[in-house]
């Protein structure tokens, strides 16, 4: 079965400086996506950034980069220039094989962001 | 805003009773899928429509129910509720269905609190 590992369950950063946050995924399939959501205290689930296993480079949207090293199988995301807003949980994600299709997302535990001033 | 709705925003309801939660999916999606978040489980997917059929069921029970109707709009039916059942329920929509590239865009959530 795939599993999606977030070791960090809290991390906190200065406002303006850069943070990543850790993902770390395991699976047999050659073909892979692998997304980032941010969920802030509001509660919903915002999507941010997604890598394709056969992309050659690393994703970008805007403040958001994907480190993404495919024989390590990590895809870390990078939060350029913090700013308070982006304090909330984040969750690593893939697309799971499932009932003849690749129906599911699998989540990591996630990882809770403080951006302080 | 994801473009995918869900009604109601909250919900708060006793052991035993019946509740139905909406969803209406990003205009073009033909899937729609629903999870489940509590604190001791995490996100966990229930089940998948696509264009009407169900597709995929995950970890959901069979007190839980739920279709997709013609034009899209999907509905998740919860009965015998316990306490357990208490969590943020999401929709979440996508244009395809088994592609392991394509990204899920998710409602606001339905907050369910059994009491």
């Known amino acids: 079965a795939q599993k999606i590992t977030q070791t960090q369950p809290g991390m906190f950063v200065q406002e303006k400086e850069a943070v990543t946050l850790d993902c770390t995924y395991d699976?047999?399939?050659?073909?892979?996506?692998l997304f980032w959501y941010k969920q802030p205290s509001s509660g919903e689930m915002i999507f941010l950034i997604y890598?394709?296993?056969?992309?050659?480079q690393n994703a970008t949207e805007g403040r958001y980069s994907l480190n993404f090293q495919k024989a390590r199988k990590s895809a870390n995301l990078v939060i350029s220039a913090s700013q308070l807003g982006d304090s909330a949980m984040y969750f690593c994600?893939?697309?799971?094989?499932?009932?003849?299709?690749?129906?599911?997302?699998?989540f990591g535990a996630g990882t809770r962001l403080a951006v302080h001033p | 805003d994801s473009g995918v709705t869900q009604t109601p925003k909250h919900l708060i309801t006793a052991t035993g009773q019946r509740v139905t939660l909406r969803c209406s999916p990003r205009s073009g999606d033909l899937s729609v899928y629903w999870y489940q978040q509590s604190l001791d489980q995490g996100l966990q997917f229930l089940i998948q429509?696509?264009?009407?059929?169900?597709?995929a069921k995950g970890n959901i029970l069979e007190r839980f129910s739920a279709q997709q109707f013609p034009d899209l709009h999907s509905e998740l039916n919860l009965s015998s509720l316990e306490l357990g059942d208490s969590a943020l329920y999401f929709c979440?929509?996508?244009?395809?269905?088994?592609?392991?590239?394509?990204?899920?865009?998710f409602g606001p959530g339905t907050r369910l609190t059994v009491t």
């Open positions: 890598q394709g296993s056969y992309d050659q």
């Open positions: 994600a893939m697309r799971e094989p499932f009932s003849g299709g690749y129906n599911k997302l699998i």
């Open positions: 699976t047999s399939d050659p073909s892979y996506g």
């Open positions: 429509y696509y264009n009407g059929e169900e597709r």
């Open positions: 979440a929509s996508s244009v395809g269905s088994d592609s392991p590239y394509e990204e899920q865009y």
